[in-house]
């Protein structure tokens, strides 16, 4: 897998980044999930959600973007695990220790 970053330094959001990355995104982006999750069960019209949609992708690709400014090789290598090995964690461990160890929580 090629790196996760297109030439201008945008995250590309594939399942494996988003994988790699789930644990981070659930901590990071909480309040815009909830907010987002809130408005879709209290009306299931799509439009009505769209602003706290936008919220939600733009937390994920801060955070996905930061990630990589901060520790590439790492991110690459457990992403690029993730896609090879079909987004099964249990298999990437290493690459996830890793990962874990250059991207330290406080970010």
Not at 65 to 70: C, E, N, S, T, V
Request: proline residues 5%.
């Amino acid at each position: 897998m090629a790196s996760a970053v297109d030439p201008v330094g945008n995250p590309i959001p594939t399942s494996a980044v988003l994988m790699a990355s789930s644990k981070r995104i659930g901590a990071r982006c909480r309040s815009e999930n909830a907010a987002f999750l809130n408005c879709k069960k209290n009306d299931p019209n799509p439009e009505k959600c769209l602003v706290q949609g936008r919220e939600v992708t733009h937390c994920v690709l801060n955070l996905l973007k930061g990630l990589h400014q901060r520790c590439s090789k790492e991110m690459d290598a457990y992403a690029g695990c993730m896609y090879y090995h079909t987004n099964e964690f249990d298999l990437c461990r290493k690459e996830q220790q890793e990962f874990e160890k250059a991207c330290s929580w406080s970010e």
